[in-house]
DNA sequence: AAAATATCTTGACAAAGTCTAAAATAGGAC
DNA sequence: GTCCTATTTTAGACTTTGTCAAGATATTTT
């Protein structure tokens, strides 16, 4: 279990602990709960979201180590936050480039892959350095 | 002055109070005060930056009636809401197509003009409708 | 001018997020 | 195991963004 496979499903505490402590951070229960809560979900959660989701298997923990604890985590890279909900900001555990789908009616958000789309004429904007970019699509997705 | 005149520049009242009739909108000094600058920027406001600008023209004007005649102007189609900061909605005069950079050091928005990208691959995302979308880069502004 | 509408303002409220200080906890030295 | 210290967690205060309701103003109708 290394950094590198961040990103893949974790089921065993075990993970949680050595993620954690590769990463510098000293693993309590409570960072535990969140790291395993986060990195196993695809579904782009609020903090808030979070939380409720946390306190089923933590239920004493605070709103403010959960954020505390989400926001270390995007600062040693092992998730990111998009901007694409309004009022809050969302977790993200896929930290490859990626695209995303917004159903309009449900609210869910779905990671599009990086090769699905292709973005042309870029190279057109002499005044900007660009560092990253995604495409953000919005609709309803199909029932199956 | 017609409502498809929506995205010049307006500097005389007189075009806002024709165009807000033109939308049903009875134009009092407030709503005129925030039209005129709303339709003036290319800067994609929050409400309470509005709030800020307006108040220089018209300073008893309420937060309410800022929050209130944005809404207004979204629901009349006169400008449009973008989630692309954190933590507010911007408003955005341009009302076509349109994609966004953001310069991370100064937190400006730029728009990007439709045609100069083109995302490719679409239709093979077969289990999502794609009402609408965009792309959001982010970088740094170039100094020229 | 009086009544009826429409609009604006104020202040209360809620949600998202940050911060502080005290309490709890964990680890290391002995 | 006890003591000491550093780290972590917690509760609550506070800020920002946004909505809402009630009363005050302004406008229109009669
Ligand atoms: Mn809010
Ligand atoms: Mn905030
Ligand atoms: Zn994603
Ligand atoms: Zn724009």
Known sequence: MTKSKIGLY????????TLLRECGI???PQRIAVIE??????????ADQALEQVRLQCP?????????TLNLLVKKGLVRTQIIREGTVVFDCN????HHFIDEETGNIYDIPWDQLEVKGKDRLKDFEIVE????L????KKK
């Open 10 to 17: 974790l089921n065993k505490v075990n993970d949680s602990v």
């Open 26 to 28: 000293q693993p309590t």
């Open 37 to 46: 809560f986060i990195l196993n979900t695809r579904s782009h959660p609020s």
């Open 60 to 68: 004493t923990i605070s709103r403010a180590t959960v954020y505390n």
């Open 95 to 98: 930290i490859n480039q990626h």
């Open 133 to 136: 970019f995604q495409v953000i």
């Open 138 to 141: 919005r609709g309803r997705r």
